[in-house]
């Protein structure tokens, strides 16, 4: 089992949609989790990072559910400079364990 | 914007020759990575640094090695190109929390 794994996509949304991205992770001992959102031919940028009450910023939600190691990322109202690919991240249960990465779900977001 | 630079952003190179990828912050961040990003496979990790002349390998480290010698440098060396190695190389530098990615470099090896 890969250690993070996402919704492969494509996900083809109309504007003002509302869009879900799932994440799951393998090592139950991890503790830091984050979105990226990484634009074609640019270098990933954090989105949001993810805490265990689970967390907003605008139209982005972020949710946790450590028991089912699972990650969520919901999108609402979606906008066309939504379109990216978004990267679900997740680092072990030590400082010295690097970020770990799944391979990203692409949006495109349609007019 | 993090202060992170990769040199060079973009390179041929010819398979069998070396080549030395660099990254420099100047955030005096303790960890710093090496990833490639590949159609269908996503960022992978090379290595990574916890501490200067502290290394680990990551998922793809065959072909590569990396040195660390002061906080704000991190070298990638291929030792011999190999065609397989063309892709696009991120550098990534963080504490314990979210990571920073440099713009990245684009190798291509014919």
């Known amino acids: 089992r890969k250690e993070v794994e996402q919704d492969p996509g494509p996900f083809n949304v109309p504007e003002g949609a509302t869009v879900a991205f799932n994440c799951t992770y393998s090592n139950s001992a991890s503790q830091s989790f984050f979105w990226y959102r990484q634009d074609c031919r640019k270098e990933p940028k954090l989105l949001m990072s993810v805490y265990s009450s689970g967390n907003e910023d605008g139209r982005f939600t972020a949710q946790l559910n450590r028991a089912s190691q699972y990650i969520s990322l919901l999108i609402r109202d979606s906008k066309l400079s939504d379109s990216a690919t978004y990267l679900c991240v997740v680092r072990g249960d030590s400082g010295n364990t690097p970020l770990v990465f799944g391979k990203g779900t692409r949006l495109s977001v349609i007019a | 914007d993090a202060g992170i630079t990769q040199s060079p952003r973009h390179k041929v190179t010819e398979t069998g020759t070396p080549v030395t990828l660099r990254c420099h912050q100047t955030e005096n961040h303790r960890y710093m990575y090496w990833y490639r990003q590949d159609p269908g496979h996503g960022l992978r990790l090379i290595h990574y640094s916890y501490g200067v002349k502290d290394t680990d390998k990551g998922e793809v480290s065959d072909g590569y090695s990396v040195s660390r010698s002061k906080t704000e440098d991190f070298l990638l060396t291929l030792e011999s190109a190999t065609s397989s190695q063309t892709s696009v190389y991120f550098c990534?530098?963080?504490?314990?929390?979210?990571?920073?990615f440099g713009q990245g470099t684009r190798l291509t090896v014919v």
């Open positions: 990534a530098i963080s504490e314990l929390g979210e990571a920073f």
